[in-house]
């Protein structure tokens, strides 16, 4: 009897020692992840350099990488070493319907989080501040926004940029014919192949697209930029214990400067496939947002 009081006594002690926060912060995606001994990772194939196919065709990239961090944390936190890492190609349209109906885990991308999306989604601190603009081909003659006007212009699908692009059509009424296609690749196939002249999309994926071209100097962007865009990885809805884990893990890199490190390995030195360098450096906007992490929208 007083060996099975000595043992009730220490349950408290084992229970606290086996229980991970994370375990214990009644996750329903955590408590999936457990329970199936599987995460799945929503990746974009040319979303560079975020997320897109490598050489041998397997995802890669900075917001992959990012995801690693988290993935090696649930490995401690659920004590599974051996934990299958199943990956889901994901696009502007179907990224958010795939993360609701729970097949995607965790979309390691790069999506715009802004006020009606996070109606549906969650996002971490933010990983990425940016600008959406135009992309046109230097031939084309168009130096200014005003050059586009009555001309053919392409978005892509479910992106920001479609209502970026529709938006400044109406304040400056410039009359443009605005098509949407299916992803960025196909966006920028319709530029250069000449129908459409503009193509309007954040910055850094027209850049990654521009120094993956097979001659970048052929295209330019256009001087005007919009409003600032906050870039972060996608998640369920209402799963608090998922997202604090999820932004612990961003905060202590971005503490530590292993956020920088990975920065610029995708953003200022030479990439796959081709070894283009994007030479994109840390902005102030983002240096603020990695001082102080949050995953606030204007």
């Not at 199943?86 to 319907?97: A, F, G, K, L």
């Not at 014919?177 to 196939?189: G, M, P, W």
């Amino acid at each position: 009897m007083k060996k099975l009081v000595q043992l009730l006594g220490l349950l408290p002690a084992l229970l606290a020692v086996n229980a991970s926060p994370a375990a214990a912060a009644d996750s329903p995606t955590l408590d999936k992840i457990k329970s199936s001994g599987s995460i799945t990772i929503g990746y974009r194939e040319a979303s560079i350099p975020f997320s897109y196919l490598g050489p041998d065709q397997k995802p890669i990239g900075f917001s992959l990488d990012l995801c690693a961090a988290i993935v090696d944390r649930i490995k401690d936190e659920l004590k599974l070493p051996g934990l299958k890492v199943n990956y889901t190609p994901v696009n502007s349209s179907n990224r958010i319907p795939l993360i609701q109906s729970g097949t995607v885990d965790i979309e390691c991308g790069g999506t715009a989080n802004d006020k009606k999306r996070q109606e549906q989604v969650s996002f971490s601190v933010a990983t990425f501040v940016s600008q959406p603009r135009w992309l046109v081909k230097a031939a084309s003659g168009v130096k200014t926004a005003g050059d586009l006007k009555g001309k053919t212009v392409v978005a892509t699908q479910g992106s920001n940029a479609v209502g970026f692009a529709q938006s400044v059509n109406a304040k400056e009424q410039l009359g443009l014919n605005i098509v949407q296609a299916k992803d960025h690749a196909e966006s920028f196939l319709m530029l250069n192949t000449g129908r459409a002249v503009a193509f309007m999309e954040d910055d850094i994926l027209l850049a990654g697209l521009k120094a993956a071209a097979p001659n970048p100097d052929a295209l330019l962007f256009l001087s005007e930029g919009y409003a600032k865009i906050y870039y972060g990885l996608m998640f369920t809805k209402g799963d608090a214990g998922f997202k604090r884990l999820v932004d612990d893990v961003l905060s202590k890199q971005m503490a530590s400067g292993q956020f920088e490190k990975t920065y610029a390995k995708w953003f200022t030195r030479p990439i796959p496939p081709k070894g283009e360098n994007l030479a994109f450096p840390l902005t102030d906007e983002l240096m603020e947002r990695i001082a102080h992490p949050s995953d606030a929208v204007d």
